[in-house]
């Protein structure tokens, strides 16, 4: 077992908080052709590259001391849904998607421990998304805004809808931190620039669930009257944002239509309202199996005839979820909110912060949800998701349940069982640090820094006094 060195307080970005704010940051690369690698057909994202491979290396292990009940529901979840799949035609994307999903929540969890190094996960995640929004303002500069498609920054990857998939959470999570944290001032510039950039680009890509999405956020950030004064100046610097692009980039055409149309009636609007209703009764006939997710399509179609299209999409989660999967896949999902949302609320006030963010985040999933079932493989809910249950799943140090070290200076050296007993024989151990297995650690090894100032030992004087302080076990 070797000793990972964290910070006490967690005043410093660890080398976990860098590859979270590279992941984070890699998802500028997600609306480039160029960086997105082709594999079995399907273009991954770019960090993923990043994130996969240093979760492996702190240890894919320490998952599971990790919140068993997230996990496994999880896991459940993602197992249902491919089961929903056996009967054809098979849909691998859909499959490799949601696994996708998985694998990065889980991961990010894996390497957020401390609250600075969430924090640089949030603000690689607002960057990245901002460059990725800028990339849209820029190709329509270059192009030109062609009526009723505004912003889209995944060109041919993607339509204009899937931006707002990544702004959303992007946009949230900037104002959950100016709502919870005592930020620098280049850190507040950086959120109050992004954030901006971000709404602007949202409402210049004239998706109206986008829209309604953003009109929800500010809500959702509302935690106490003494603290809501903090939204003010965010919220007026992205009205000019949004003013000022729009007009600047000759997005105004675009966003007028959009209005025009939900005033006079669109048949979007009758076309998803006939998907509930349809949904709602494909779900009363086959409660629990549904029709299996790759044929909802083809029924829905069969039944609304929109268009004389031979099929139609869901465009929500809850018809996806219940009219297709029925309640083999609907209730895995429901127990999988619930496992996240109990996490949440966990009573240690050193998370409080974190729980509320957590909570709110899952509501502002599920509002999104209810337009597109597309949100259930959206990599920038994932990654802030697993940056929340991550360190959701560590205590006030950072470290996982059952893995605080500590070390006892002096010329007596207690035995583990003393260290467990802190106070027993008038020892008082001081944290040291997490203990983590890792691949490279010979069998039972335990191994310290040189020093550790910031708990004011020697090393060298307490190597043999180091011990697991309680026994492990795992978060509810």
């Not at 068993?68 to 529901?73: F, K, L, M, P, T």
Request: hydrophobic content about 50%.
């Amino acid at each position: 077992m070797m000793i990972e060195k964290t910070k006490i307080a967690g005043t410093s970005v660890t080398l976990r908080g860098r590859f979270l704010f590279l992941t984070g940051l890699g998802l500028a690369g997600s609306a480039s052709e160029t960086w997105r690698l082709v594999i079995l057909g399907l273009r991954a994202h770019p960090y993923l590259f990043v994130l996969l491979p240093a979760a492996i290396i702190y240890g894919v292990r320490g998952i599971a001391r990790r919140e068993n009940e997230v996990w496994r529901n999880w896991l459940t979840f993602v197992i249902a849904f491919s089961v929903s799949h056996v009967v054809g035609p098979w849909d691998l994307g859909q499959v490799v998607k949601l696994t996708t999903f998985l694998a990065t929540v889980a991961a990010t969890a894996v390497l957020a421990r401390t609250d600075q190094d969430v924090k640089a996960g949030m603000i690689g995640l607002f960057l990245g998304v901002a460059l990725l929004a800028a990339k849209g303002f820029d190709d329509v500069a270059a192009e030109g805004a062609r009526l009723g498609v505004g912003i889209n920054p995944f060109g041919n990857m993607g339509n204009k809808n899937l931006l707002s998939m990544y702004t959303a959470p992007a946009v949230f999570g900037a104002g959950a931190l100016l709502m919870t944290s005592r930020l620098r001032r280049v850190e507040s510039v950086l959120l109050f620039g992004a954030g901006a950039l971000m709404v602007a680009a949202t409402f210049g890509s004239a998706n109206r669930s986008g829209w309604l999405t953003m009109a929800v956020i500010p809500i959702l950030l509302v935690r106490d009257v003494r603290r809501s004064w903090r939204l003010v100046p965010f919220l007026l610097i992205s009205i000019v944002a949004v003013n000022t692009a729009l007009r600047q980039f000759d997005l105004m055409p675009v966003v007028d239509q959009r209005l025009i149309l939900s005033r006079e009636g669109y048949s979007s609007d009758e076309v998803r309202g006939d998907i509930y209703i349809q949904g709602a009764k494909i779900f009363l006939e086959s409660p629990l199996l549904g029709t299996f997710i790759p044929r909802l399509d083809g029924e829905l179609g069969t039944r609304l005839l929109a268009d004389g299209m031979a099929s139609i999409g869901p465009h929500s989660v809850i018809v996806l979820l219940l009219a297709g999967g029925g309640l083999v896949v609907a209730m895995p999902f429901a127990l999988t909110l619930r496992s996240m949302w109990m996490l949440s609320i966990k009573d240690a006030p050193a998370s409080a912060s974190w729980g509320w963010i957590l909570r709110r985040l899952l509501i502002l999933w599920v509002v999104r949800g209810l337009f597109s079932d597309e949100v259930l493989y959206a990599p920038a809910f994932a990654i802030l998701m697993g940056l929340l249950v991550g360190r959701l799943g560590a205590d006030e140090n950072g470290c996982v349940s059952g893995t605080r070290v500590a070390g006892v200076s002096g010329a007596q050296v207690p035995s583990r069982d003393e260290v467990r007993t802190p106070g027993r024989l008038g020892h008082t151990p001081h944290l040291v640090g997490c203990a983590e297995l890792l691949p490279t650690s010979p069998p039972g090894h335990i191994s310290l820094p040189a020093s550790d100032a910031s708990a004011g030992l020697d090393a060298s004087r307490v190597l043999d006094g180091i011990g697991i302080i309680g026994p492990p076990r795992p978060f509810p």
